[in-house]
């Protein structure tokens, strides 16, 4: 999500046009998804962050050339069931997911400059 500093709060908030388009300005992810494409950007996946909207959008733009002459593969779906413990459904994902989250991410950075942002979040 993109944020500002607000420094009359001493706090970081969203930007007023994402306050009131939140669903705009995500990108939601399961968290193996989101674990992968942070890892992607080179980041750790294992924290939440805040970066600033200049070094995010180059964490993006250089996952993007490294995956250029690739595309991330296919994931099957798998059960994990095992007795005595709770069955997990692993949905799998389509070849190219990455790529095309990469994408996502690289236009909500644009959209988060055009509104002021100074810094986009996750966790």
């Given at each position: 999500m993109p944020y500002v500093y607000d420094g009359a709060r001493d706090m970081w908030v969203f930007p007023d046009s994402v306050r009131a388009d939140a669903d705009g300005y995500e990108v939601n992810l399961s968290n193996t998804n989101?674990?992968?494409?942070?890892?992607?950007?080179?980041?750790?996946?294992?924290?939440?962050?805040?970066?600033?909207?200049?070094?995010?959008?180059?964490?993006?733009?250089?996952?993007?050339?490294?995956?250029?002459d690739r595309r991330s593969p296919a994931i099957a779906p798998t059960t994990d069931h095992q007795p005595g413990r709770m069955t997990?459904?692993?949905?799998?994902?389509?070849?190219?997911?990455?790529?095309?989250?990469?994408?996502?991410?690289?236009?909500?950075?644009?959209?988060?400059?055009?509104d002021g942002a100074t810094h986009i979040g996750w966790g």
């Open positions: 989101a674990f992968d494409l942070l890892e992607a950007m080179g980041l750790r996946p294992e924290s939440a962050g805040l970066v600033a909207i200049d070094s995010f959008s180059g964490m993006v733009a250089a996952a993007v050339r490294r995956h250029l997990i459904h692993h949905c799998g994902r389509r070849g190219g997911y990455i790529e095309s989250r990469l994408g996502d991410l690289a236009r909500l950075v644009e959209n988060a400059r055009g």
